[in-house]
């Protein structure tokens, strides 16, 4: 199954080659030839699961930084620093957690449609005085503390592909991560990782600087994640993404997951909006 997987991700030698050689004449070189910056915010909606009071609704910002190239060659910095809010607490609104996750990694580009990359990601995750006062008031109503499986701190290794298929419907983007093993530096007992991260992205719909996106996450392993998204995406310009961007998402069932690929992720509906922007 994996090996059908990268038959269909790597292009054949000859395209490659070609491509490539496209890829890096038209790619900066140097240092920091080119970056890109999101911030995004996402407000859950009923119904409401176990873990709504304390955590309905998140914003993150993402900085994805060439730190130099050169030929097919890159290093690449990836942080996404992200806010996890609960209900409010009376009129005051409340910041239950905070986290991040720093990347560093080589990705070799192979042309603009398929590259392949290593690297290492470490994510951190912080409570807040807030989540400890939202806890108070919900046992004092005589609800149920939930428990969050997935581990507050990772360090993995990541080896991931992106290919984007131009002669398919809807020139679907597809993103693939494997990271084997989490690991401590202290070199304590290890927590559980999940070893195997899916994302996609599809045009469904393209005008002028405007567009209808679906996209999907997947964890597979212990406690998985599926999450679903479409987004109308607007004034695009001279960037893939459009710079404006509302969007609605749903990820089945009712548990709380912490990824090193996308930080924490609810299960839920929620709607948001989103801004991105290349340099």
Same mark, same amino acid.
């Given at each position: ?10 292009? @054949? ?15 900066? /070189? ?14 859950? @909606?009923?119904? !409401? ?17 060439? &730190?130099?190239? !050169? ?6 910095? /990836? ?6 809010? @609960? ?29 392949? +990359? ?67 530096? #202290? ?14 992205? +599809? @045009? ?8 209808? &996106? ?11 994640? #599926?999450?679903?998204?479409? +987004? ?5 310009? #001279? ?5 404006? /961007? ?8 009712? #548990?709380?997951? &912490? ?21």
């Amino acid at each position: 199954m994996l090996f059908g997987a990268l038959v269909v991700f790597v292009p @054949t030698g000859v395209e490659a080659q070609v491509q490539g050689n496209s890829a890096v004449a038209t790619q900066g /070189q140097g240092g920091f030839p080119d970056a890109s910056f999101e911030a995004a915010f996402r407000k859950y @909606t009923p119904p !409401k699961n176990i873990f709504s009071p304390f955590y309905a609704w998140e914003a993150h910002m993402t900085l994805s930084l060439t &730190v130099v190239r !050169k030929g097919p060659g890159a290093v690449n910095f /990836q942080g996404i620093f992200q806010s996890v809010g @609960t209900e409010n607490l009376g009129s005051r609104v409340s910041v239950g957690g905070t986290g991040y996750v720093l990347g560093l990694g080589y990705v070799h580009t192979y042309s603009p449609d398929f590259t392949l +990359s290593a690297g290492i990601a470490h994510l951190s995750s912080h409570l807040t005085r807030d989540l400890d006062d939202k806890l108070d008031e919900e046992t004092g109503k005589g609800a149920t503390v939930p428990i969050v499986t997935d581990p507050s701190e990772y360090n993995v290794f990541v080896f991931k592909a992106y290919r984007k298929f131009l002669a398919v419907r809807f020139t679907p983007e597809v993103e693939l991560a494997v990271e084997p093993v989490n690991f401590d530096f #202290n070199g304590g007992p290890r927590d559980y990782v999940r070893p195997v991260y899916l994302a996609t992205r +599809s @045009t469904l719909w393209k005008g002028n600087e405007k567009s209808i &996106v679906a996209g999907t996450q997947h964890e597979i392993g212990r406690n998985p994640f #599926n999450n679903f998204s479409l +987004s109308l995406e607007l004034y695009a310009r #001279n960037q893939p993404e459009g710079r404006f /961007q509302i969007f609605v998402s749903a990820s089945p069932g009712h #548990n709380l997951h &912490v990824s090193p690929n996308v930080g924490g992720v609810r299960d839920g509906i929620a709607f948001g909006i989103r801004m991105h922007f290349r340099a």
